[in-house]
């Protein structure tokens, strides 16, 4: 179950297109309870969806941090994304 490595992300999860639209809504604020519980749960399973989780969610508080300071260079977030999955 937790054999998913790092540049197999996609074959980990098999809804995995399912679950990064709520990913996505669930980090805009914009998703429904029944998307937030199925995630939720969903991520305790799935290392693979857990780990875009993290990353997309720090990315938002770094662009966040961006926007609030003006110093984050503005390639950090695709840096980031890179380290994490390639
Ligand atoms: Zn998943």
Redesign the pocket.
Known sequence: MESVGKGDAKKG?K??EK?LEILHLMLDSEASKDQEEYLNE?VEG?M??FEHYEVEKQIRILLQTRLEHKQVPSDLASSIRSKVFE
Do not use: A
């Open positions: 999860c809804e995995f679950c969903h799935c693979t969806c």
